[in-house]
């Protein structure tokens, strides 16, 4: 019998399970995220080599594809970004129907996306078994803006703007190998009949908040990736904020510098 259940374990059948609990239910760029792992031991005894955590989300990328011909193109295709990492530092053996806890503190980084729109961000917890499919877990988050930006959404939106699509795009020159794109449009305000709608690339340092914008008074909108704009220097709208500012104080610096520069 122990044969069997050796056999079935290595197959997923009776193995370890493993749940990752989120401590809390919102979470913000730049702050800690506390997760507690739940390791359950199976019909039989498995030793686990390593618990690998990793904070993933999705960015869209333009990248080469074939078609059979000699035609080069490009597509747009999510590509997964490894945000952040933990793994246990030891292997340890879990007995049959034990119940083992760790308490993992990760830090999301600043650009961690907020997650409106298309964006999506998750949580992979997996265990590491010799010879055994490895059990797996995937936790869906909700990240929400961090202060300076949460500062700048309201401003915009007290002015009457409204976002439209959010979308994470692969640009290079950054820690991460994408920027998050923000479009918004006038609903009301004093901007309203004046653009067809406003487009935001937001960069968060330790030294503050980075904004390059751009304008759209078109009827047939913004062509191509505006992240493609940022890596070719053709954005010319950038407004630092300080991270000594206050979230109103960032959202009137945003609206002071688009209506001097629009």
């Not at 933990?86 to 997650?115: C, K, Y």
């Not at 908040?209 to 992240?227: N, P």
Request: some cysteine; glycine content about 8%; hydrophobic content about 40%.
């Amino acid at each position: 019998m122990s044969f069997f259940r050796k056999s079935f374990a290595s197959l997923g059948i009776g193995a370890a399970k493993v749940d990752t609990v989120l401590k809390h239910d919102v979470l913000i760029p730049g702050e800690n995220l506390p997760v507690v792992i739940h390791v359950q031991g199976g019909a039989t005894e498995q030793q686990i080599d390593n618990i690998n955590v990793q904070l993933c989300c999705r960015y869209i990328d333009e990248v080469p594809v074939s078609r059979g011909d000699s035609e080069h193109r490009k597509e747009k295709r999510p590509q997964t970004c490894v945000l952040a990492t933990w793994s246990l530092p030891e292997l340890f053996v879990i007995g049959v129907n034990e119940a083992r806890e760790f308490d993992v503190n990760l830090e999301l980084p600043f650009n961690t996306p907020v997650t409106i729109g298309d964006a999506k961000v998750w949580l992979e917890t997996y265990l590491d078994i010799p010879l055994a499919r490895d059990p797996k877990d995937t936790d869906t988050l909700t990240v929400r803006p961090e202060p300076l930006m949460d500062g700048v959404f309201t401003a915009l939106e007290n002015a009457g703007l409204r976002i439209l699509q959010v979308e994470c795009e692969a640009a290079s020159g950054f820690d991460l190998p994408f920027v998050q794109e923000f479009e918004f449009v006038p609903v009301s305000g004093p901007y309203h009949g004046l653009w067809r709608e406003l487009e935001v690339v937001a960069y968060r340092d330790s030294d503050g908040l980075q904004l390059w914008f751009e304008l759209d008074r078109r009827l047939h909108g913004i062509s191509g990736m505006l992240s493609g704009f940022l890596d070719r220097g053709e954005l010319k709208r950038h407004c630092h904020i300080s991270a000594q500012c206050t979230p109103t104080e960032a959202g009137q610096q945003v609206l002071d510098y688009l209506d001097q520069t629009t």
